[in-house]
């Protein structure tokens, strides 16, 4: 997996991601200091489910042969700052000819993609400051 870079600079909040030649803006919206140019920290995580969640099934129903036409993913999160745990609610519409059982398959499959798996298992962390040269 490629390496993910965050810049902040002076413009209050707003974030550039980056991996090789993708670059993401991420944004705060006004009623917190922002300027509104790009998602929510947040939103990006719920939008990194969704996607993985869609390339999972997309990819499940190709190697079955199956009439998936489309597949479209809304995600809700919420953080609960009291319990500290989030809630990941995933709504999907499945378009194409599909049995029942292909359907119910497919809605097994959407909670095995590779993110919902990290979101739900515990992680480990390790933040290290790296002395910048000039900055000493």
């Not at 359907?103 to 002395?131: G, Q, S, W, Y």
Request: glycine residues 6%; hydrophobic residues 35%; charged residues 25%.
């Amino acid at each position: 997996m490629a390496r993910i870079t965050a810049r902040i600079e002076r413009t209050s909040y707003e974030t550039h991601l980056s991996s090789g030649s993708q670059v993401v803006v991420v944004d705060e919206p006004p009623d917190v200091g922002g300027q509104d140019k790009g998602m929510r920290p947040g939103e990006l995580l719920a939008g990194s489910l969704a996607a993985c969640t869609v390339i999972t099934l997309r990819m499940y129903a190709d190697r079955k042969g199956w009439p998936l036409d489309s597949v479209v993913a809304h995600v809700d999160y919420a953080n609960d700052p009291k319990t500290k745990r989030s809630l990941f609610t995933t709504q999907l519409i499945l378009n194409g000819d599909l049995n029942d059982d292909q359907r119910a398959r497919l809605l097994e499959m959407a909670d095995r993609c590779p993110i919902h798996k990290a979101l739900e298992n515990p992680a480990d962390f390790t933040t290290t400051l790296v002395d910048f040269p000039g900055n000493e």
